[in-house]
């Protein structure tokens, strides 16, 4: 379900009825059944996930990744994975191993079927060739200026280059001198001849080849003219026998320039079918960017703490925060495949994890705000150990002991001193029942020098723990404590939205996106008190802290300093939302 835009409409996928039941229900495998049915492509489905290494993945990407290996999985068939290696200036092997990681961490693989567009290289020179000879390519020398200038406007023709005739031969002679290197980047570009008159600003005679001296992740400094990507990307669809080109709705008007490609160009494949693009909804969500150049952008100027931060909406810093690729995969499913762009509510996604973690986290006491609390007629010295379940919600995952002594740490705000009518917590001579161990009564407050409350003197009921005479007794509050001599200190981080508007890109005009970041979206907690069972944890365990929301175990843990990242709170604000719905 998503919210449009500037509506109050909601998008809905409606199933097919006459679809089998394992498919998944989208217009997009309604394409691909079609085809099933008509026998296209020899009965092949074979699809492929074509990152740009040049950041790390955003959840935006997550949704192709399971759209994209889904449909395969879903039809029998294969998808690859390619990178768009073709701008060497902005990408980098670490992006190639990020994305490798990401999409094996959800859950995918693509076997044998790694490739990139710098694999084919020499073959997109060489069909560069096949159009300049058909006099369907020319080497222009306009600056990029000067071709933005003669390209006209959406109302307007565009003005034909005085180099677009040049001979057969001049072409060939100066785009073979191009690739070796005799002129200086930017000098020329070699440009698709299709129509400076179509209304399809595409079609005004694109440039298909640039000269750029960069040294390349793969190819090092073999090559000085990359291919742009509308012309690299068709064609490397139709050398991998790609049979559907799903790709977002941005690439719709360039669609034709797709269908140009592998219309003009002899890719020896006609048997076995040729690719088609099929353009579906890029995923928005609410209160972050998804703009690699954007992210990139707040990793470089540091305004998160690398494309790893657990606020920002990468693959990468959705792991570290601890969310689980089951979630992702679930999200990825419920908001559908539409062909109409909108806002999918953050909500959704909190969501989703919650429902995840609900029947696997154990459940653990962790305060994050101590206050110390002597339970004055509790044995000196003793130790109790005291049955708890892990999950109640999850019977098999068992019970636990956890200690109970005579100093104990309760939240600072389980207690007010003039609490309103409401307040079922702890108060001067009110009680509170801890959560599977005793009733206590506050007693006494202790306050320092400045007015602060730093102790409370309480009394227990020995005959309330369970099993006790008065176990039964009714008490309205329940709070999540931790022995004082048994408790570990940790470090717990606090995540909000990155930003503090639903859309930082929909702002008034000259506002930059980067003053609707959050000053808030990250609060540092020290001091916190968590109970013994936690020195086992270990990086990317997940728990729900009693009342606090669900956690992980941070990359920066040690068994010296205990780090957890929130992952999500408790409140659930979006599944009330859609069961009022």
């Given at each position: 379900m998503t919210k449009d835009m500037g509506t109050d409409s909601?998008?809905?996928?409606?199933p097919n009825e006459t679809q089998d039941a394992a498919l998944p229900v989208n217009f997009v495998q309604n394409i691909i059944s079609e085809d099933l049915a008509q026998g296209k492509n020899q009965g092949r489905v074979h699809t492929r996930f074509p990152p740009e290494p040049n950041g790390y993945?955003?959840?935006?990407?997550?949704?192709?990744?399971?759209?994209?290996?889904?449909?395969?999985?879903?039809?029998?068939?294969?998808?690859?994975?390619?990178?768009?290696?073709?701008?060497?200036?902005?990408?980098?092997?670490?992006?190639v191993d990020s994305i490798m990681e990401d999409v094996r961490w959800l859950g995918f693989d693509w076997d044998d079927r790694l490739f990139y567009a710098s694999d084919y290289f020499e073959h997109l020179y060489e069909y560069a060739i096949q159009l300049?000879?058909?006099g369907q390519a020319f080497?222009?020398?306009l600056t990029a200026q000067e071709i933005r200038d003669y390209r006209g406007t959406l109302?307007?023709?565009g003005q034909e280059s005085p180099y677009r005739n040049r001979s057969v031969e001049e072409n060939l002679d100066l785009f073979t001198r191009m690739r070796a290197g005799e002129f200086p980047d930017g000098s020329r570009v070699l440009r698709a001849k299709i129509d400076m008159a179509s209304p399809n600003l595409n079609m005004r005679d694109p440039v298909i080849y640039r000269i750029l001296r960069a040294t390349h992740h793969r190819t090092g400094d073999d090559w000085c003219i990359y291919p742009m990507y509308d012309y690299a990307h068709p064609l490397s669809d139709a050398l991998e026998e790609i049979t559907h080109s799903?790709?977002?709705l941005e690439f719709s008007d360039h669609r034709p320039l797709y269908d140009w490609c592998l219309d003009a160009v002899d890719y020896s494949k006609e048997a076995q079918g040729r690719p088609q693009q099929i353009e579906f909804a890029r995923l928005n969500l609410n209160y972050t960017v998804m703009s690699k150049r954007k992210l990139k952008e707040l990793v470089d100027q540091r305004y998160v703490n690398g494309w790893d931060d657990p606020r920002m909406p990468t693959i990468s810093g959705l792991r570290r925060r601890g969310y689980t690729p089951e979630a992702i995969r679930d999200f990825a499913d419920r908001i559908g495949v539409a062909k109409r762009n909108s806002m999918v509510d953050i909500g959704l996604l909190e969501h989703c994890i919650r429902e995840d973690l609900n029947l696997r986290a154990s459940r653990v006491m962790a305060v994050l705000q101590p206050l110390k609390v002597t339970i004055s007629n509790y044995p000196e010295g003793q130790v109790e150990w005291l049955d708890t379940d892990n999950n109640p919600e999850n019977p098999d995952m068992g019970t636990r002991k956890i200690p109970f002594a005579k100093v104990i740490y309760i939240e600072q705000e389980d207690f007010m001193e003039d609490p309103p009518k409401k307040f079922f917590r702890l108060k001067p001579d009110g009680e509170i029942r801890l959560k599977s161990a005793y009733i206590i009564r506050c007693d006494e407050v202790i306050k320092n020098a400045a007015g602060e409350v730093v102790e409370l003197h309480c009394s227990y009921d020995p005959e309330s723990k369970s099993g006790g005479a008065t176990a039964g007794r009714k008490v309205k509050g329940t709070s999540h404590w931790v022995s004082a001599s048994h408790a570990l200190e940790a470090e717990v981080r606090i995540y909000n939205h990155l930003f503090m508007t639903e859309n930082p890109d929909d702002e008034e005009e000259g506002t930059d996106y980067k003053?609707?970041?959050?000053?808030?979206?990250?609060q540092l907690l020290t001091g916190c008190k968590v109970e013994p069972e936690l020195a086992k944890a270990v990086q990317g365990d997940r728990f729900q802290f009693l009342r606090q929301g669900y956690f992980s175990v941070d990359l920066d843990s040690t068994p010296e300093k205990l780090v957890f990242n929130r992952i999500v709170?408790?409140?659930?604000?979006?599944?009330?939302v859609a069961g009022q719905k």
């Open positions: 909601v998008n809905i996928e409606t993945l955003h959840i935006g990407h997550a949704k192709s990744i399971c759209l994209n290996f889904g449909l395969a999985l879903a039809n029998g068939g294969l998808c690859n994975l390619r990178f768009d290696d073709t701008n060497p200036s902005k990408e980098d092997q670490e992006y300049i000879k058909k080497v222009c020398d109302t307007e023709p799903v790709c977002t003053a609707k970041l959050n000053p808030d979206s990250l709170s408790l409140r659930d604000s979006w599944a009330k």
